[in-house]
């Protein structure tokens, strides 16, 4: 009873947050056609994805979620006193105002990745297993199922792969592969990406993926591609070049199934700031990313012919 009353108010104040964020806006959603937000789209130098839109520059917005294709978009908005997660969907001919999201009912905005079949979604939120309190360990990873309702059920993925330490950004293969970064003990440097692989319908134990990907500093923010033939990551390494703080990188599946070593993106991707949190959209034709600019977040995209054309010509 008393977890049922504390959702009820949760959901209350949802609902206040909600109408709070149109008042503050002081104007209506436009109505906005076409796919991406209509937005037009980009060539091989990203783009603040759609300005006066989702991204402002007056606040941080980072898309939290594959954007599972051109009908429904996921981010969320830090304000002065608050987080907003927000989605928006494109129905009856144009793009719903932002609604928060329905992933998930906690104390903690999630990270979110979507499971290639629509139906489920990986997350990685701080909360305890019952569900209750927030928890001292920092971020697990849960994966949740859409209902038929459109609510989700979230199962968290045990001690396999989440630690007492920070467990965060899952991201899936088509056949459930689970790449994720932690700072757990024993890894490489402060933090590592590590891989669970999906086995008869259970997960095996995480293992650290090493080298050349993971440095003795660190490496965060995977995104896998759901053939695993590749995945951008960031990496703050010293051991690589790098234009700013953290830099996105790619490697690539080689035939004895290693990653090649990791190529800096470029500095039309990069630059002396800080880049994270890559993701593809489903089709694989465009990159979104988040990028640091005075202290702010705004969300890019490009076109995603640049992984292929970093590729190296022995892999191609």
């Known amino acids: 009873m008393r977890h049922r009353l504390g959702y009820y108010i949760l959901l209350i104040l949802l609902i206040i947050q909600s109408i709070s964020l149109d008042l503050q806006a002081g104007e ?17 130098t990203p783009e603040i994805f759609a300005p006066g839109i989702v991204s402002d520059p007056n606040y941080t917005e980072v898309l939290d979620i594959d954007v ?6 996921h981010f969320y ?3 002065p006193d608050r987080t907003l997660e927000l989605t928006t969907e494109y129905k009856n001919g144009k793009w719903t105002p932002p609604s928060h999201a329905t992933y998930f009912t906690g104390p903690n905005f999630p990270e979110l990745s979507l499971i290639p079949d629509e139906k489920m979604i990986a997350i990685a939120v701080n909360r305890s297993i019952d569900g209750g309190e927030v928890s001292p360990n920092g971020f697990d990873i849960w994966i949740a199922r859409e209902t038929d309702e459109g609510d989700h059920r ?8 989440n630690t007492k330490s920070h467990d965060s950004w899952p991201s899936m293969t088509k056949d459930g592969t689970i790449y994720f970064y932690s700072d757990r003990e024993g890894g490489m440097g402060s ?5 669970a692989k999906l086995i008869n319908g259970k997960y095996s134990k995480a293992e650290n993926i090493g080298a050349p990907v993971n440095t003795r500093y660190g490496e965060a923010d995977p995104y896998i591609a759901l053939d695993e033939s590749y995945m951008v990551f960031c ?26 070593e990791p190529i800096n993106m470029g500095g ?49």
Do not use: C, H
């Not at 599972?68 to 978009?73: A, H, Q």
């Open 191 to 195: 933090s590592d990406i590590y891989v």
């Open 77 to 79: 908005r830090d304000l």
């Open 268 to 316: 039309d991707i990069n630059t002396f700031e800080s880049e994270t949190r890559p993701m593809l959209t489903r089709d694989g034709k465009y990159m979104f990313f988040s990028r640091e600019q005075l202290g702010k977040l705004d969300i890019y995209w490009v076109d995603a012919k640049i992984i292929e054309e970093l590729k190296p010509k022995e892999l191609r």
């Open 235 to 260: 990496s703050g390494s010293l051991q690589r070049k790098r234009f700013g703080s953290g830099d996105l990188f790619v490697t690539f599946k080689q035939p004895d199934g290693s990653w090649s």
């Open 68 to 73: 599972t294709n051109k009908w429904r978009i």
């Open 154 to 161: 979230v199962r968290w993925l045990g001690p396999k792969i």
């Open 28 to 44: 209506e959603w436009p109505v906005i056609r076409g796919p991406y937000l209509g937005q037009p789209p980009p060539g091989m």
